[in-house]
């Protein structure tokens, strides 16, 4: 691996268990789990071997960079590469399920626990039993599930609720923030021996500014993907358009260039994709991040996209900051990014 570029596809077979957990809804993608992971930067070499030396262990990991860097494929990666990689992999982004629901999706409960559980449920640390456990914005969580969440991965054991008795849990656990960590800690959203315990082996991605010289290999990576994908000839991006690539600071790191391409690829009707399909005002949107600029004649639904996407990326993609810009509630402002299809 160490003198080539870091290219990275696997599948997982179609007949394993694989939950994700997304947008608050469970979506089942047994069927593929395809995780493409490009850089040639050192530091991109470095998180790979990096991704290798800890999928072995079952020890916790964090993984911290801005939005829009490759934690969840950094997460999906160090499934596959572990042991447990046959076994199911189980997301759960925890902004996205509601805070009083939180422990019961988390632990299961038994029969009777509450009014209204008619029948016994398990949560996803028996779904993810002897696979891994993938906690997305980690800082999300309540402060008081965290504390319980340490004891679990302290103990390897957990109760349902109204449980008795102490089940086991062989889980693999996995987190992500995209938070300031130190501000996160400081403002008690993370709570510093839940952290201590998963940063013993924390994996940082840097934003994508600081490693431009994976941008080309980026760029040709999902020019070749989405051409596949709308089934078109493969393009090339004319020199001057690579070089606005070059220049642009990426704030929406690998998903913003991802989205870039694939929107020049659908909208060019030439192989040779010229800065014309390269949003103009880009650089100014993101410029002044506290103002939207719209062009007259954009539909409704263009504009509300538009406006929550620039929300989302002016809140460091923080759903809850971004669905009170936006005087939505989280699940509404859930509800519009499946409508639009806006992941994660
Ligand atoms: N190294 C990489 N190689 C190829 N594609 C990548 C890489 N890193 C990220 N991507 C792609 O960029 C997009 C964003 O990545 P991902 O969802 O992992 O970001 P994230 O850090 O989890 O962001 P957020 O904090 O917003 O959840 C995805 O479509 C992902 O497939
Ligand atoms: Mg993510």
């Excluded at 960079?65 to 199911?88: Q, W, Y």
Aim: hydrophobic residues 40%; contains cysteine.
């Amino acid at each position: 691996m160490a003198h080539r570029s870091v290219a990275e596809q696997a599948e997982i077979a179609e007949d394993q268990p694989i939950v994700v957990q997304k947008g608050g809804t469970q979506e089942d993608v047994s069927k593929r789990l395809q995780v493409d992971f490009i850089g040639n930067s050192p530091v991109m070499r470095e998180i790979y071997s990096m991704i290798h030396l800890v999928a072995d262990s079952s020890t916790p990991v964090l993984i911290t960079g801005e939005s829009g860097t490759g934690k969840d494929v950094v997460a999906r990666l160090i499934h596959m590469k572990s042991p447990r990689s046959d076994l199911p992999f189980i997301a759960i982004n925890c902004a996205a399920v509601p805070k009083d629901v939180f422990e019961n999706e988390l632990f299961g409960h038994e029969h009777g626990a509450f009014t209204g559980a008619i029948s016994k449920k398990s949560g996803y640390l028996e779904m993810a039993d002897r696979g891994t456990l993938f906690l997305d914005e980690l800082a999300e969580m309540e402060t008081e599930t965290q504390a319980k969440l340490l004891r679990v991965i302290e103990t390897k054991a957990f109760r349902r609720l109204g449980g008795k008795s102490e089940m086991s849990a062989d889980v693999r656990m996995l987190a992500a923030t995209n938070k300031d960590v130190a501000r996160a800690l400081k403002a008690g959203e993370l709570r510093r021996d839940l952290y201590y315990r998963f940063s013993v082996i924390e994996i940082y991605l840097p934003p994508l500014r600081e490693r431009k010289e994976d941008v080309p290999l980026l760029v040709d990576h999902f020019l070749k993907h989405f051409c596949h994908k709308h089934k078109k000839t493969l393009k090339r991006f004319s020199a001057e358009a690579m070089k606005w690539f070059l220049n642009y600071d990426w704030p929406g790191n690998i998903r913003e260039l991802r989205n870039l391409v694939e929107r020049a690829v659908i909208l060019s009707s030439t192989d040779l994709l010229s800065q014309d399909y390269l949003p103009a005002s880009a650089a100014q949107i993101h410029q002044d991040s506290s103002s939207i600029s719209i062009p007259i004649g954009t539909s409704l639904d263009a504009a509300e996209k538009t406006i929550i996407l620039q929300t989302l990326s002016a809140s460091d993609n923080n759903k809850s900051k971004a669905a009170f810009l936006l005087g939505l509630s989280r699940k509404a402002l859930y509800n519009k990014l499946k409508r639009y299809g806006i992941k994660d």
